[in-house]
């Protein structure tokens, strides 16, 4: 389920996550957790307005901008 207005979201490449809880703390929709493995991020897309900070902060680059289907 999309959230209404939200034209992109984010998808995390979980090999490259490091678990560093940056995006986490930025979002400002509180839709993201970090797996209790530490083996990356889990988006809430029922949540997430899909405004980009996580991706722009990643600094591995391990969350993308993907156009909203």
Do not use: H, W
């Not at 209790?36 to 897309?45: C, K, N, R, T």
């Not at 391990?62 to 909203?68: D, L, N, P, S, T």
């Amino acid at each position: 389920m999309a959230v209404e207005g939200r034209t992109q979201r984010p998808v995390v490449d979980n090999v490259l996550c490091v678990s560093c809880d940056l995006c986490r703390l930025l979002c400002p929709d509180l839709c993201i957790t970090i797996n209790d493995d530490a083996s990356g991020i889990e988006i809430d897309y029922d949540f997430c307005r899909g405004c980009g900070i996580c991706a722009s902060e990643c600094p591995k680059g391990a969350i993308k901008m993907v156009q909203e289907e």
